[in-house]
């Protein structure tokens, strides 16, 4: 079949945001083949997202490097549409299909924006808040609008500075959590002293906490946005609203392939060993820690992957100092309940399929919902309803379907060919 | 420069934009319209939600992790 | 009151409730009897099939209960909410060349004696009609009371009706003896009749039924502007349908309501794993972008399998146990379930309560395979 390729290496990783840059990085000094898969067009991942509108931060420069290395092969802008067997992926990029055939891989899949709904989250001018940053990296125009920021964790101030920086004007940064919870959270940082010069740096007098979004209103785009401040309530006008909650690891590819999860997260050994022999895994798909942790993890597995068991342990003490970093940062930001309470029985809850709060109510659990009302029966496949279904209703995350991202049929076809079966 | 045409209409930009951001150029950011006909835009900004799926060149693809290229024709999805 | 102290849980209780058992509440709850239909919830055919409403024609049984059971949907489907997404689409059975030209001929007449109306359309019209297909086919037989309808909400929605005198209740059958059935969480259940409409679940209860899965693949597109208007099959689907052996695909597109093309079929035999095989689903869809040349570019949003049940002859279990008093089958409707569940659940009401049977039952029943007689040489119809 024209527009399809076999292709194949020692070791696949998937994603090339810093766990992914720094696994592929520890690995290439082995010599061994590398496929570094990542569905953005550019390298980075999120935090280290590139684009017309940033300079880039010279450790990031200095990761990257490791893509144009000859034993590196690196395909940008590619998904993974499906395991094929064990040791094969299906893979697509806007022309062409391949299936790649690997000994070990390493998934740095990263972590998605945990979206919660509230009134008028579907009104366009409301965003994600890593989505507002990830949109101003990619070269969209926010110079001169009113933006609000709202959400929870650390990085509605990341995201805050970098729309302040393309020109926007930031009236408000809404925190959920309390007062008594950030002051422990700044305190605590007195042990990671890089983070705290960071929290400074990113520190707005916009900055507001048990605050949160009540609804976004407006007439087929935002117009303004109704926020809870302490007890009061006030209606500001603007442009964007960017508001996310916190962030969940990706772990569609590893349920995918059978790797067991742990508090949602993928699970893995001390050596980044996923609980599928020869599959690591490493960075916020195994547990949300920030870019420093997804660096040491994938370094690991990196070290892991290919027989440099010392040179790994070595790491062991560096890894634990960041993994205490996380578990701080999500036990300051944890959501309070009238967050799940947000939306009320017209909000649709999945997009997709514009499936409202009423109509999940009355179901048991996600599988007759999505039987019933077509939740989760869209394009993204419950990715974004799903983890709303997890928080609202304690529902299990959905199974992974195949494809696992909408692909062409053209892709699904080259499966059948000889040497795909 | 580029030149990208999105729903026939031809757009100059800077090199480098995703199709998401190009969108905020133009006069509606909105990438389509939903089932039940509501306007949508680029939401999660990292290829998860699906709300910025267009046609591009003929393809339906996600805005938010396609760049711009000369010559491109993007369609909203409606 | 304690489940093992109860009597009668219900005049019928009925196990599964996919659109076999739903269908089968539905229709004895008319008549006024209490329907308890337990269900454990894992899913069936009913969430896996495509929800096609076909006349099929293979044998003369399979289209007097098919034709039969179309006439009953058509009476209903005025009252169906719109979740059940009931369209008149039709179904336009293609043929790629004369000699399928001559099978289309031959369908028809056997249609026509069961007052199935169909035309002949011609390849040019055939063009107008589904500008997406392949502009080389023959022509194409459309049979007008075929339908499309989306199985789970018609389930649930007849469930919903008939006063209350249905009841839906979350368990799992460990055991069936005669009129009684005993629940995982204990207890046994007695009833004046049981029914078994749970599909594979039928395996583990009865053993010596020789039920076979027919694993299927489906695939769906994202929503595009219409794409086809009728649902589309080949004509040599029927050969694939009863190939005993082997793995067959054929080219069967139908267009959801929404937009979406739901594509299949493949059928494979004696597989219970649930997972997509990429090779038999590839094959699949190089068979419809066969016909639909312009499918490859569409983006699929998500594939699935599932499992048809089929006897040994391809025609339903439906009455009652030969050897188990109280025990009645709706089993192993293969392919068809949803489009036969109208008729089937009337045949099985008017057994289990001595009315006349609404068309010739002995095709169809159990003594076939079931029971002692059927295990002995010459007995089996």
Redesign the interface.
């Known amino acids: 079949m024209k527009n399809h390729k076999t292709l194949s290496c020692d070791i696949a990783i998937v994603g090339a945001g810093p766990a992914g840059l720094a696994a592929a990085r520890a690995a290439s000094v082995s010599q061994r083949s590398i496929a570094v898969i990542d569905d953005n067009p550019l390298p980075g991942g999120q935090i280290w997202r590139d684009g017309p509108q940033v300079s880039q931060l010279a450790m990031a420069k200095d990761y990257r490097r490791v893509l144009s290395l000859p034993t590196v092969r690196y395909l940008p802008g590619t998904r993974i549409v499906a395991s094929l067997a064990a040791g094969a992926l299906l893979l697509e990029d806007a022309q062409t299909s391949y299936r790649l055939d690997y000994e070990q891989l390493i998934l740095c899949c990263g972590a998605q924006e945990l979206l919660l709904p509230f009134p008028g989250w579907t009104l366009p001018g409301v965003t994600g808040a890593g989505a507002l940053q990830a949109l101003i990296k990619s070269g969209a125009s926010v110079a001169g609008e009113r933006v609000l920021i709202a959400g929870s964790g650390p990085l509605l101030l990341a995201s805050a500075a970098t729309a302040r920086a393309a020109g926007a004007l930031v009236s408000g940064v809404y925190e959920q959590t309390d007062r008594y919870q950030l002051i422990n959270f700044g305190v605590g940082l007195l042990r990671w002293p890089g983070k705290l010069a960071q929290a400074f740096k990113l520190f707005s007098t916009r900055y507001r906490w048990r605050s949160h979004v009540i609804e976004a209103m407006g007439d087929r785009r935002l117009e303004a946005v109704r926020i809870r401040q302490g007890d009061a309530e006030a209606v500001i006008a603007c442009d964007r609203l960017a508001c996310g909650f916190g962030l969940v690891p990706n772990t569609v590819l590893a349920q995918h392939l059978g790797c067991s999860l742990e508090d949602n997260a993928v699970a893995v050994d001390r050596y980044q060993q996923t609980s599928q022999t020869g599959i690591y895994a490493a960075g916020e798909c195994t547990g949300v820690g920030g870019s420093e942790l997804a660096l040491v993890e994938g370094e690991v597995a990196g070290l892991a992957a290919t027989g440099k068991v010392e040179q790994a342990q070595a790491l062991f003490t560096h890894r634990a100092y960041w993994q205490r970093f996380a578990r701080h940062v999500k036990e300051h930001f944890g959501l309070r309940p009238e967050i799940r309470r947000l939306a009320r029985v017209d909000t649709l809850i999945c997009r997709c399929e514009d499936v409202a709060l009423s109509v999940l109510a009355e179901e048991q659990g996600w599988n007759a919902a999505k039987l019933q009302s077509r939740c989760g029966m869209g394009a993204c496949q419950g990715r974004i309803c799903g983890s709303i279904a997890r928080e609202l209703f304690g529902w299990s995350l959905p199974e992974p379907r195949v494809p696992l991202v909408p692909a062409r049929i053209e892709t699904l076809m080259a499966c059948s060919e000889k040497d795909m079966s | 420069m580029i030149t990208v045409y999105l729903d026939g209409q031809p757009l100059v930009m800077g090199e480098g934009l995703t199709v998401a951001a190009m969108l905020t150029l133009s006069e509606s950011s909105i990438a389509r319209l939903s089932c039940t006909g509501q306007p949508r835009a680029p939401f999660c900004g990292m290829g998860i939600c699906q709300e910025c799926r267009v046609t591009i060149d003929g393809r339906r693809q996600l805005a938010c992790q396609t760049l711009c290229q000369e010559g491109m024709h993007v369609e909203r999805t409606v | 009151m304690s489940l093992q102290a109860r009597t009668a849980a219900a005049d019928v209780v009925i196990v599964g409730a996919g659109i076999m058992g739903a269908m089968c509440a539905y229709e004895l709850a008319s008549r006024g009897l209490s329907i308890l239909v337990i269900d454990n919830?894992t899913?069936g055919a009913t969430?896996a099939g495509m929800g096609h409403l076909v006349v099929m024609d293979d044998n003369p049984a399979e289209l007097a209960l098919s034709r039969y059971s179309i006439a009953l949907w058509n009476t209903l489907r005025k009252r169906l909410p719109e979740?059940c997404a009931y369209r008149n689409c039709g179904t336009l059975w293609l043929a790629a060349n004369d000699e399928e030209c001559g099978l289309a001929e031959a369908k028809q007449a056997r249609l026509v004696e069961y007052g199935a109306q169909s035309e002949w359309i011609s390849a040019s019209a055939l063009r107008q009609l589904e500008p997406m297909l392949r502009p080389d086919l023959a022509g194409a037989l459309k049979v007008f009371d075929d339908g499309i309808l989306y199985a789970?909400?018609t389930a649930?929605w007849l469930l919903h009706q008939q006063d209350g005198r249905i009841t839906v209740q979350e368990g799992d059958v460990t055991r069936v003896e005669g009129n009684r059935l005993c629940l995982s969480e204990g207890g046994w259940l007695t009833a004046p009749a049981i029914l078994l409409a749970n599909g594979l679940g039928a395996f583990r209860l009865l053993p010596d039924v020789p039920l076979r899965p027919k694993k299927g693949h489906l695939?769906i597109?994202?929503?595009y502007p219409a794409c086809i208007n009728h649902q589309l099959v080949e004509l040599g689907y029927a050969a694939s349908a009863h190939a005993d052996d082997g793995t067959s695909v054929a080219f069967n597109v139908q267009p959801r309501p929404?937009g979406q093309l739901l594509?299949g079929s493949s059928r494979q035999f004696d597989t219970l794993d649930k997972r997509?095989e990429?090779?038999?689903?590839?094959?699949m869809?190089?068979r419809?972008?066969d016909y639909l040349p312009g499918?490859?570019?569409?983006?699929?949003?998500?594939?699935?399998t599932g499992f048809r049940v089929a006897t040994p002859d391809g025609l339903p279990l439906l009455g009652q146990h030969p050897d188990q008093p109280g025990l009645w089958l709706a089993l192993g409707h293969e392919g068809l379930g949803v489009t036969t569940a109208s008729g089937s659940a009337r045949l099985i009401a008017a057994q289990l309560l001595g009315e006349a049977p609404p068309f010739d039952p002995a095709p169809f029943r159990t003594e076939r395979f079931v029971g002692v007689a059927s295990h002995t040489p010459g007995a089996a119809a």
């Open positions: 919830g899913g969430g979740a789970p909400a649930r695939l597109t994202d929503r929404t594509i997509v990429f090779d038999v689903l590839g094959r869809l190089m419809a972008q499918l490859g570019e569409l983006n699929a949003i998500r594939g699935w």
